[in-house]
């Protein structure tokens, strides 16, 4: 049994394992709501990541960004929360790109002067507004020339292929690794990863590694509005050595976010530490 995994299951959580959960939901949803105010936000993240040995994560805005909802109120919700979580979140700000242009490109302006470098994208849900539709390049032009880190929930393979090609200095990552197309992506471009949160069947996460390396990975829960458990639980338990674990856990998040200058300050000396720059 590897080290990593025994820690976990005798319950003694990831010792002197960097561990950053790269995708969490902040605030209301149609669905559910992660938090109804900032107070509450800020002290039930600490909670969620010290019961689960989480050294950080990365905050996507709710659910402002669906049908006509405005999205700069989930932007402002997720800066509020921010401002108290300096040491630990790394926030992601949303658009929607049924929105005019110069609305997205106006919030986009306005997020990266309150200091984001992080899109996460989610148009599969906003009437499926397609992954290389003018606003989202747009968007991705706006990244590129600004130097942003760029997820989505999931992109199709043809808008994935185009924009990876057209912008080969951007990172793009997939918010949800199911395999199925994905591989093929990630194995032709560097500047493609995965987000491995997903519900599949066993082994699912240890054939992709096999293909691809652990390099291509990242931990994610899908949370607040699922366990963070659900996340670390298919890495520990994945048939691989507690290196590639760690890049996983951890690891690949740091050098990604480190890249685009918002590793927190206090996980990038645990990173330099334990886990190498």
């Known amino acids: 049994m590897s080290g990593i995994l025994e820690q976990w299951v005798e319950g003694k959580g990831l010792k002197d394992t960097l561990v950053i959960d790269g995708h969490i939901h902040i605030g209301a949803w149609p669905y559910t709501v992660t938090f109804y105010n900032v107070e509450e936000a800020v002290t039930e993240s600490i909670r969620y990541m010290e019961s689960n040995g989480v050294d950080a994560f990365c905050a996507l805005a709710g659910g402002y960004n669906f049908g006509i909802q405005d999205y700069r109120l989930g932007n402002d919700f997720l800066l509020a929360v921010w401002d108290k979580l300096r040491d630990c979140m790394v926030p992601f700000l949303c658009v929607n790109p049924c929105d005019a242009k110069e609305n997205i490109i106006e919030e986009l302006k306005r997020m990266y002067d309150a200091g984001m470098r992080c899109i996460k994208l989610i148009n599969g849900y906003q009437r499926n507004y397609p992954g290389d539709g003018p606003n989202l390049m747009a968007v991705y032009e ?96 994945a048939d691989i050595d507690d290196d590639a674990k760690r890049l996983i856990l951890g690891g690949n998040a740091a050098r990604l976010l480190d890249k685009y200058g918002v590793l927190p300050e206090k996980v990038k000396k645990v990173w330099v530490k334990g886990e190498g720059a």
Do not use: C
């Open 142 to 237: 706006f990244a590129a020339a600004h130097q942003m880190l760029v997820l989505n929930h999931v992109w199709e393979e043809s808008a994935i292929v185009k924009i990876a090609e057209m912008y080969p200095e951007t990172d793009f990552i997939f918010a949800h690794y199911y395999g199925d197309y994905q591989d093929d992506v990630m194995a032709r471009f560097p500047n493609v990863y995965a987000n491995m949160w997903w519900v599949g069947e066993m082994g699912w996460l240890d054939q992709g590694i096999r293909k691809l390396g652990p390099e291509k990975f990242m931990m994610g829960s899908d949370g607040f509005a699922n366990p963070m458990s659900v996340g670390i639980g298919p890495v520990v338990f």
